[in-house]
């Protein structure tokens, strides 16, 4: 096994670059207004439901419907719409009647899987709750499940109608969608907040409140499905449905199915796991009258966690996904090497120093974010979160790499790779349940970024084979080009707060010291990884910056 030249350096490299991060910055345009109105949804939903029983009675009902979507359909539809769309486009109909085709039997598969699993709610939060849970959490959280459910389709249909946009090389409306779902169920919970009782009992909860909590989420997921038909109509694109699947050759298109559904399986097996060891801490620290982190308080951890892997890591994976897919087909590894390069030193300018900030800034963020908490609740957060970002650069390298093999239409290596992902986090969960109480969802999240880093090395090794070799000494000067400008900027920030921490106290520090060590961070961080001519950061810091210029009055 070889390496290739290390193309790092080139003048084309570094115009492809470019026009790559200028394509990320567009897309993650919407992530960040997105992910934006996200951390106002989940602080509202926090105020609404609290983070004790209730709360987690809550999450596991909502998190259902995207578990389900994605066993059964989300990562099967994403492994193989974008591959096998861009190969249709060499039939003599330009692909029309194979995607037609595909799409029909995706349609129908996911109205036939919601409908099962809404009837079978009780039965999946009985199996993602702790044997613990009294019958009245347990009813409560599966009156939240029913309303829940139907989300299962229109996450469907969302991820259908965006990755065919996708695949024609339209990615904005897929990423600006969310924003809509946001928007509408912010506007749920607001009408919550003015007119229900706030973090309310077990007990305390009546049919009006969970219909509004539960139906506003799940109207919200659907007008994020329903807003992609007018760009994917202005595309040019027309749906037909298409009965009849022999003889266009959706062989290739299900044998990836069936592995990447062998995947998910054992990532939502690990999952269950996680699910109840959350749910028993939660549950047993009430009992014993402590404030424990549980599964709300992983999930919004999580939340906080995906920030910076959903505005840069996806919106660039996004559009690398399509090249790749290409590149693969006609058998062009050079240019596939040179994306996956690309993808690996690009990501890392944001999850390097996100890692770092990460440490420093964490719990003025989780304070500023969660208000309506109590301290310990945002400390329990706080203290979860960081324990995840020890694998935040491994989950974003994984995430590439992935779909490396997906461009292939290779599933079954994702597949051995998912093994060793979930039995890792699996055994630290079950360890776990041997730490004190408040220490078993930290357990847990560490353990998720235990499991990241050996995906990371296991799927780096795979690569390498499959590419017949992949240069890494420019990404490894990247990466730690951009740790010394973190850690130095990190030590900034830090120095920042203390000094703020002596003139602001109370609720008014949290957001102040966010605010004022954020912008010292972000600041020094790009200074230093410009001084140490880190090219990265002006690749994709550019784009935005000129962005903003053409948005200001008078350009």
Known sequence: MTDAPDTGSTGSTGSTDASLARSTAGMAAGTVVSRVLGMVRASMTLAVVGTLLAGDAWDVANTLPNIIYLLLAGGVLNAVLVPQITRAASHADGGREYVDRLLTIAITGMVVIAVIFTLAAGLLVRLYSSGTWT???RSLSTAFALICMPQIFFYGLYTLLGQVLNARNQFAAYMWAPVVANVVAIGGMAYFLLNYRHQAGVASWTSPMIWVLAGSATAGIAAQALVLVLPLWRSGFRFTPRWGFRGVGLRTASTVALWT????????VGFIITSQVLTYAGQAGNAAGLVVPGKISYSNAFYIFMLPHSLVTVSLVTALFTRMSKAAHVGNLDEVRADVHRGLRLTAVATVPATVGAFVLGFSATATLYPANSEASTRGIATVMMAMMFGLVPFGVMFLLQRVFYAFEDAKTPFRLQIVVTVIATIANLASLLLPLRWIAVGVGAGQALSNVAGMVVGLILVRRRLDGLPLGAVTRTYVRLGVASLVAGASALVVQLGLGQVVDGRLYSPV?????GLVFAGIYVVVARRLR??????????????????????
Do not use: N, W
């Open 135 to 137: 019958p009245q959490v």
């Open 261 to 268: 559904f062998g995947a998910l399986s054992l990532s939502t």
């Open 513 to 517: 010291a966010l605010a004022a060590g």
């Open 534 to 555: 880190v090219a990265e950061i002006d690749d994709l810091v550019g784009p935005v910056l000129e962005r903003a210029r053409r948005a200001l009055p008078g350009r």
